[in-house]
């Protein structure tokens, strides 16, 4: 299982050998404690930014990516 379809480099578990539902509450995976509770942790202008609450910080992939930190400023933030 993945984040989502563009974070394939990423594996948070395999449903072959747990249940979704497991796998979707077992936050000892850092990455997926972050994306259920993000808005602290994002850094730069993605932080700062007045509508973070409307986005909630958006992909975190390309920021991850990019620059190696998930809570990074996404790179195309503007």
Do not use: Y
């Amino acid at each position: 299982m993945h984040p989502d379809q563009f974070w394939m480099h990423e594996t948070l578990g395999n449903v072959r050998e747990r249940r979704f539902s497991e796998i979707w509450q077992d936050t000892s995976h850092s990455l997926m404690a972050g994306l259920k509770n993000r808005l602290p942790l994002l850094k730069g202008r993605c932080g700062a930014c007045r509508f973070v609450r409307l986005c909630g910080g958006s992909s975190r992939v390309r920021a991850q990516l990019i620059t190696g930190d998930p809570w990074a400023a996404d790179p195309r933030a503007t």
